[in-house]
């Protein structure tokens, strides 16, 4: 897939860092407003998603981002589980709020809430990689390779 | 009341884009449009006129939207990106293996 002309790639390079910023805010502030991990990792998958259609990619290249984006993927759900096992690891149930006695909820307040901001940064990692790997697999199709 | 009879022929927009059109990626695009129609009918449902955002402080008395419904539709977003991510791919295997789009010049069996 080849890239597209001067005046994209210049605005896609303007606009990536902020998408990129914007979707780590709301992943971050998913225990606050509106948002959370989901909507958060879609920013984040998009702005790679915009950054892949502006400049193109090479098939070789594409290989590798999807290899790397199910890697991603992977060590997403991974630490999900690992922050819902740590109730578990404690001796009480699974998926406990294990932090919520020394980091209570306080409303407006970003390091609060226990785990919740946690599993909001796993899921957001989780994805923003699946939907580039989406993406990317679409993406290879082109090239008429096999998967 | 007017909100729903949106909502309804949003939905019947798709329906019409599933049973008329003949091109694959058009009939995926009313399936999406049938989809977004669920969501926002379940969104309207749990609307309070004058509400504010559901993130309320214990004590406040205020009125809010009801966030059951937004968690679902949350959940159904997501459901429905994998379906049309399957079906997309389906689509390209067809062409891959048609050379069209066409349902018409689907149905002959070629392999």
Partial sequence: MQGMSLIVKKISQIMAPSIFILGMYVVAHGHLTPGGGFAGGVLIAGCFTLLILAYGS??????V?????????????????FIALLGLIQGTLFFVNIFSRSNP?????????GIIPLCNIAIGVEVAAALFAIFITFAIMRFGEKL | MIEYILAVVLFAIGLYGVIVKRNLIKII?????????VNLFL????????????????GKNQIFVDPLPQ????????IGLGTTALLVSFAVRIFEKYDTF???????LRG
């Fill in chain 1, 58 to 63: 090479s098939k070789e290249r594409s290989l």
């Fill in chain 2, 71 to 78: 968690a679902l539709v949350l959940t159904a977003i997501v």
């Fill in chain 2, 29 to 37: 695009i009313g399936l999406m449009i049938m989809e977004y129609a």
């Fill in chain 1, 105 to 113: 909820g306080v409303p407006g307040a970003l390091f609060s809430s």
């Fill in chain 2, 43 to 58: 969104a309207l449902i749990g609307y309070r006129s004058g509400g504010a955002p559901p993130i309320v402080e214990v």
């Fill in chain 2, 102 to 108: 066409d349902v018409r010049k689907i149905r002959k």
């Fill in chain 1, 65 to 81: 981002f999807k290899e790397k984006a199910s890697l991603i993927e992977s060590g997403g759900i991974f630490l999900f589980l």
